[in-house]
């Protein structure tokens, strides 16, 4: 059966919702009084009163339950199966953390109430404030950022604020070819001109063609580690000392923290800001798109510049929300020196609903338990890329182990079959295809990463669909070109859909009653 | 450790196959000065589910909910009843623990969905095109003010910000600002019945690019957002309009029937929850289809696949940085999926019925406490429209009667001095916001206290 | 992907479970003492202590949110489509009722803590009482019965105690032969030998032939109201009055409440006693199986026998629990007489989690939603009825219009091709079948019952789906006898799992790591 | 209302199909004497959800919570922590509004799941076969005692209780025996320290169907389970053993293990939560395979499909109601399908190497609360042996005990008063369980408040 529109089933007479309150029952014993109602005097629209339908669609409760449990079933989801994409760390979400995030002290609390009615919630910002700048080595936090691009462009701009108060307008940002597009979106974003960094034949950043790049016009660099080729940046600590002698700073991509969590700290690799994406490394949901969180972590040079609003810790271990109202005041009174914000970012104080969780994953994991993540992570890796390296192209594999992912290229394929091809193939498998096409450094690139909530047998079943799809990419077989055959949709027509982009139904929703079946569809 | 499958027996064995003689092996290119030789201190070691969860219900139990008090909260953000069901489906592990539909094949459940969200936003903003939205409504509208100034071809870099838009939406476009070459107007609002369309109408000339005007404005008054449309438009700048409440859009016009270009809105009060301020969600639409290749974020839009069949795919991605990179329509990579989907499944609960009931109850609810209100002693109303929230001047100072009032179990709205902390004229006035979970018990509840507290 | 059984992948070392404590934070300004951990002096197990392995096998959270979550997908549901099965009333399940269950004041309470800690625990099953008595128009409730069997057996067990009361051995109990096949098996559990009841052919009881049957040896009839034919019978309360006369009694069997629940009250036509599937009319979620709850309603004349514990409301309004402790002092001072209870027949007070289902239920719809309910429950099914009596045989479709479904026989199928094919081909187009051979007095009954919950759209497309198919079974189409073809599993033989029973997994569950693949299934 | 589909319009559509000029004329069956009128006297009309869980919230908040005090009561449920994702899984759709499996191509879900629950109850209990449960423990243990005199075809009629059965648990057996034609011999318990295994032997004879033992029994001892099934199977009579904590059998010998042929009990203290008494989870399971055909309720067997892929269906059904009417060997047709889930996650969750973990901390608790109990001067511990639940005797009637320390806030146990209101003797003895949820500072103020009352 297919699945139609809401706009194709409801109509506007229709609702699953009844805003009907009760009159007093006649049941002894029950004090349940009737509600007043009472009708104001005037209504205080004026001449902005709406005067036409807007076009909604309702469905009853029983209606909108189905529709949406049907929806739901067309997709894949890590709670299915392995979901490898590189990059994205699709990692298990504990159910408790959904349950904390739930309960009323957090969930049903407003932003602005008094700070004396949220005191828990500023614990919980505190609690995880201190962890990330544990576990990262770093100095300071800044908690508002909503997701890993947002606080790219927070750790940018606590660059550019920084070297604007010394006086400095430095125009270049250096960039691996290998980053996130995010990266160099971002400093473009900040006003910065992006220039590439070449790779070494290791996969790494060329450390000498960045050092001689180096100079008083470069603001700094954004450097991914572990990198998007799943490579740890050997160098880093050397290439974090060359850009501070020159006067720059160093972004880190945490993205791919996963894999060092508790192994490694970036602020011992002279890291001067980093975002966290929660919803990777602290398994914060990924809900089909977001919402994310991407706290960022701060050195010592940047921290005064972190936006507001923010959690700060005092000397005598409280924790205080410092806004525009208190913020010069506190700083003077607790710093002994003026704010120097570079701003807001965003409204309120970030994503609280985030905070929960990844608080609520850490202490469960603890430090036991997070360092277990990474090392895991990385052995998931590497058993993949070492149980496959002989029947696809690994273009690194020489130079060592991975960390938490492996990336593969499209080398051997025959003729006319591509990693797009392989990509479907492995969806008739039963598995969520790889990262593809990305990092582009790699022809036909495939990233690969397991996590460490994989067991060896869900591995073990995935290398050998990936085993038997690859080799049927490199014997020519043309079905691949036509996959998935077993999927809710066979092959997309994404040329079409941005030729010819239909963005929104345009039907006409009905006025009452169940649209005829005849009439679903025919948009 | 109950996430981690991997067994010691395991580890061995791949370990084995990998050819690694212990897990150091695999941490090689980590130099040998920077590996942590021990746990994280001070972190405890990991923590059986029912220690966790006895520690954050401590922590949450300090916090006074505000299903536990007379609530009267908004500037932005919006205390409504969501249905039950809509929680049941957003927990559908299939929509929860999906990723971006970057496999449209095995995604078409987050994709359909989106595709029915955005026609939905569409609608109620009176746009031709949403996006799949954005983080939060504050993020929205600066991106609004980049796609201006990307539209304008950097040629008009003037921004026309109305007095009376969240202070906290006004900030981050300074913010952003401050690193783009544009140039920010206008400031504090006035206490006045009504919005002066006139002074922001007077700020526009020939350098705009946009115009941002919140509906219904930060005070609560409704602007005449058609008439600044006019000017904006006769000027050559496009009208943004800013909408934090989408329950209002079930009783007033939309800003897109009334002339904006651009609308952006922060979607939270339907079907999301408070959250202490996050994860909420940008709202994005455009009137005129022309603007869709300007516009920041993900798209969804309709195809067939190879069989013929209708279905749904992310395109237009040639605005977005994994493709365009640093010459993107903006840097934003994630949105806030789950949180559409929320809206979107709450939006489909009420449908036109619900929504119009839903915005009419607000209303009179609201309409009620401003009449009650105004019979206190010291009290008088200042708005001469408004939707559920309106702002009343107390004659001292709000934050202290909020603090005072919350110790007696009423959370009364938010004070001018939490929002303007630096504008002392603004500080004896008090914005109260009356959502349908206020009977009118909590609203005379409201009014006993705050007689106390002012007498 | 086919899914192992937990014995294929799990292991006795792996655990979803953490029991550990977390030690003191080093976290300024949180209050985390640390745990104290004291070991008792010596066991308390003595020789009872456990000796070997049970031999259970364990998984991870991720594992085993997979496991279900996969094994989940291959139901069908309510939530997934209409779900047709006559005489089960599946109809949608609120997610409010969901919510109210699982509030910390109904879900995390004892069934034995003082009656002041749980007060409001009682006003509900009070006010649940309170309107089950209203509805049926009956004089008392006994609330505890489990299940709609086990409400019967209640209501057996209050007509046996009450003939034994006044020294009248009764041996006989009629039940027409249309009725399910928990009626008679009650009966007999209760030392009741059954007799049938023919039917007229109208498809209703044989009112003469009943008359002429009563006697002093007939201890009551079972009436199914309305049948199990989806008939109302007409002729109740008359039998109800000539059972009464020849000093028997009336239970009737209130499966099907639904059809009628606030349009007639069963009090009003004479019945004795009914046991009312909270599962059923009150969207009580079915689960797969149960749990169910089946409150019997009692007459007058049965009330001083209903079973411990009950709730009994008094003169005074307020709502007393009365237990064994109580019983007897309590029936003195309220009601001046000694308490003639038959007995208690579960531990504890009865189903509390379907109470606060069904009476947010009953409080949700309200008098006004309850009768449409009926109503549309009664035109659904018409509906449905009417088109299709064109194509399948609906033998008692010229009686009238019938209730709450609508019954078809297999009378025109071509040879070889059965009711069973009929249902399995149903499966491909999407739909759960509807109750097959039942009730057997008609030849390959299938018994329809699509409940008010279904949109007509849904009904539209379940119409159009059983007319296609029952045209290919008039014409003979051999590919029925094979379906479904499109279902998780092909037909499946059920001869062989009762000639050969393997009711359990015999295989031993490995002691650690993960069971390599090729194990699996290897039973 | 928002739970029901159709419109007028589709209302009226329908009726014009169907042939009927009003909804009245699908009535005509109803005599005009009986059909009511008018709405159902007393109740109000539809209400919004919002106002619906505002009154049943306001209902829950009269209840004293467990979590919300030091916690110590048992007696036949148990008080456990329930993993999250426990109730999560039991959410799914697909579990929650499925019915009975009788379609099995299209319920393999449930009918897995029933298996891997039959499997992992039949080896918790140390045998061969378990259903697809029962309601309860209760119902399951008097099921099990029909099912023995089935076996003993009607020739024996004598059932042997233990004394120390759970005194709902023997009332429901006594309940039932009134209409069939059993013999109940046994009584209530004596305060000794160890159960009177020689008295219960005592009363089996020759007429013996079956022996009832709980285990452990209500007082938390332990009997002999293994001489019980020696002295009964030599009287040719059968030995039913009763469990209603089966986390004690992470710890102890399995009852099968010891010789008990059927094996009942309630399940509710793993997944399925106190929920004021229900629903419940009843298990029932035989040592010998042979027994099967005389077992009551559903069985889920292995069979495979048309492809020869392995499946599950419902099986032996020729046992059930719905095909054998008044000769099934018993009347039930709902399980607990639900709660076996539950269960059968949470236990998937443990395993054997949590089951074992979780047991030991319970035993360790339970010790030291009794060590600690029994220095407060008045109090002293009955019992030699015990798991997680124990009897203290206290001086003086425990009812009254238990109603002081609840209004202190400490839900202290089970007062044998309440269980055996007509045993005087018995009045002066408190059941204390300890699970995982009490932590020590839980035990403390146990003593503490103890201590306080009996001063």
Known sequence: LEEPLIFETGSLDRTGVDLTFPGQMDLAGVDAAAPVRSEPSASKLGKFARKEAIGLPGLTEPETVRHYTRLSRQNYAIDLGLFPLGSCTMKHNPRLNEKVARMPGFADVHPLQPVETVRGALEVINELAFWLIELTGMHSVAMSPKAGAHGELCGILCIRAALEARGDARKVVLVPESAHGTNPATAAFAGYEIEDIPANSDGRVDFDALKSRLGPDVAGVMITNPSTLGLFERDLKAISDAVHEAGGFVYCDGANFNAIVGKVRPGDLGVDAMHINLHKTFSTPHGGGGPGSGPVVLSEALSPFAPLPYAARTADGTVHLVEEESADSFAQEHFGKTLQSFGRMTAFHGQMGMFTRALTYILSHGSDGLRQVAEDAVLNANYVLRQLEDVLHAPFAHSGPC???????????????????????LIDEGFHPMTMYFPLVVHGAMLVEPTETESKAALDQFIGALRSVAERAKAGDETLKTAPHYAPRARLDETLAARKPVLAWNGEVAPSGTPVPSEIGGQ | MRYLPLTDADRGAMLDAVGASSIDD??????????????????????????????????????????????????????????????????????????????????????QMLFEFQTQVARLYGCAVANASMYDGSTACWEAVAMASRIARGKKRKVVLSDALHPHYAEVVRTMAKFTDDEIAGGAPSLTPAPDDDALIGLIDGETSCVVVQYPDVLGRLPDLARIAEAAHAAGALLIAVNTEPVALGAIQSPGELGANIVVGEGQAIGVGLQFGGPYLGLFAVRDQKHVRMMPGRLCGETVDADGKRGFVLTLSTREQHIRREKATSNICTNSGLCALAFSVHMTLLGEKGLTALAAENHRLACLAAERLAQIPGVSVLNESFFNEFTIRIGRDARDVVRKLADDGVLAGVSLGRLFPGNAELHDALLVCVTETSGEDDIDALCAALKEVLS
């Open chain 1, 403 to 425: 960390m938490h992912e492996a990336l593969f290229g499209d080398k051997g394929f025959a003729e006319g079959l591509s990693t797009l091809d392989l990509a479907k193939g």
């Open chain 2, 26 to 111: 695999l941490f090689v290119d980590v130099p040998e000065a920077a590996r942590l030789d021990g746990p994280i201190r001070g972190l405890p070691t990991h923590a059986g589910e029912m220690a966790v969860e006895k520690h954050m219900r401590r922590l949450s139990k300090k916090n006074l909910a505000a299903a536990d008090a007379p609530f009267f909260l908004g500037a932005g953000a919006y205390r409504h009843h969501v249905p039950a069901s809509v929680d049941h489906i957003i927990q559908r592990g299939e929509f929860l623990t999906a990723y971006t539909p970057y496999q449209p094949e095995i995604a078409q459940g987050t994709l």
